[in-house]
């Protein structure tokens, strides 16, 4: 809980969230989940269609669906037509090609709608960002796990050539490994310090105590620190370890 509490965006989201329910969710997973289920329900700007609304759960399978795009197209930003955004980092809604039947009938006014919400801000007319990147790792995750992909082909989409995983992808290859255990092991033995992103509530003792072997392994080796961890992982999980595997009662 510290480390939601400590980060603005999930801070946000906690505080949300207790307002409604008046608890806490448990997990880094849970929280995402529901905060980006009320930004979806959430319009900044108005609603501007002659159709009627998209139901909040709709609108979070077009975001998890947006998330994939700009996260393994790498379409950091969205027009909506703007001939100024013609780049390759650009996801023109009115341009692109939807072939996966899991998303099918999923239009240019379903994301236009989407783009309304608090999950994204206008940068300039017809021009929007995230609100936040972490949502689009987020549901770019949720993406691949509920279009069923096997561990091997999640695989394929976040390592380069050098079988690390790809700098811009660590978040969501985190997500993802919190929920498959066979891209936690592949990660594990090519490029760990990756997995130290994952939400250890999420991790099996025995996988935390695989993740600590192989960053210390990787220290000795190196001499270099561990640059992604964050202190709240290290420290919850070496004593969660240290309590059950290396000083039994």
């Given at each position: 809980?510290?480390?939601?509490?400590?980060?603005?965006?999930?801070?946000?989201?906690?505080?949300?969230?207790?307002?409604?329910?008046?608890?806490?969710?448990?997990?880094?997973?849970?929280?995402?989940?529901?905060?980006?289920?009320?930004?979806?329900?959430?319009?900044?700007?108005?609603?501007?269609?002659?159709?009627?609304?998209?139901?909040?759960?709709?609108?979070?399978?077009?975001?998890?669906?947006?998330?994939?795009?700009?996260?393994?197209?790498?379409?950091?930003?969205?027009?909506?037509?703007?001939?100024?955004?013609?780049?390759?980092?650009?996801?023109?809604?009115?341009?692109?090609?939807?072939?996966?039947?899991?998303?099918?009938?999923?239009?240019?006014?379903?994301?236009?709608?989407?783009?309304?919400?608090?999950?994204?801000?206008?940068?300039?007319?017809?021009?929007?960002?995230?609100?936040?990147?972490?949502?689009?790792?987020?549901?770019?995750?949720?993406?691949?796990?509920?279009?069923?992909?096997?561990?091997?082909?999640?695989?394929?989409?976040?390592?380069?050539?050098?079988?690390?995983?790809?700098?811009?992808?660590?978040?969501?290859?985190?997500w993802l490994a919190?929920?498959?255990?066979?891209?936690?092991?592949?990660?594990?033995?090519?490029?760990?310090?990756?997995?130290?992103?994952?939400?250890?509530?999420?991790?099996?003792?025995?996988?935390?105590?695989a993740l600590l072997?192989?960053?210390?392994?990787?220290?000795?080796?190196?001499?270099?620190?561990?640059?992604?961890?964050?202190?709240?992982?290290?420290?919850?999980?070496i004593f969660l370890?240290?309590?059950?595997?290396?000083?039994?009662?």
């Amino acid at each position: 809980m510290t480390g939601f509490v400590t980060t603005p965006v999930t801070l946000r989201m906690l505080l949300t969230h207790f307002k409604s329910n008046g608890e806490f969710p448990r997990t880094r997973d849970q929280l995402y989940e529901i905060g980006c289920l009320e930004l979806c329900a959430e319009p900044k700007r108005k609603m501007i269609t002659a159709l009627p609304l998209t139901p909040s759960k709709r609108r979070f399978e077009i975001a998890m669906l947006m998330g994939a795009i700009t996260i393994f197209c790498n379409k950091q930003l969205i027009s909506k037509g703007n001939p100024l955004c013609n780049n390759d980092v650009v996801f023109d809604i009115h341009s692109w090609k939807i072939t996966s039947s899991k998303v099918s009938g999923i239009h240019s006014d379903d994301f236009e709608e989407l783009l309304q919400t608090a999950l994204f801000k206008e940068l300039e007319p017809n021009k929007f960002s995230w609100a936040h990147y972490s949502y689009a790792e987020y549901l770019a995750a949720r993406y691949a796990q509920d279009q069923e992909l096997t561990g091997s082909q999640i695989i394929s989409l976040i390592e380069n050539e050098e079988r690390n995983i790809v700098p811009q992808l660590y978040q969501t290859s985190a997500w993802l490994a919190g929920s498959s255990e066979e891209v936690f092991n592949h990660i594990l033995q090519n490029d760990p310090e990756v997995l130290s992103l994952c939400d250890s509530n999420l991790l099996s003792d025995s996988s935390k105590r695989a993740l600590l072997i192989a960053l210390l392994d990787r220290y000795e080796q190196s001499g270099s620190y561990n640059r992604l961890a964050s202190w709240d992982f290290l420290s919850n999980s070496i004593f969660l370890v240290s309590r059950k595997f290396f000083f039994p009662i």
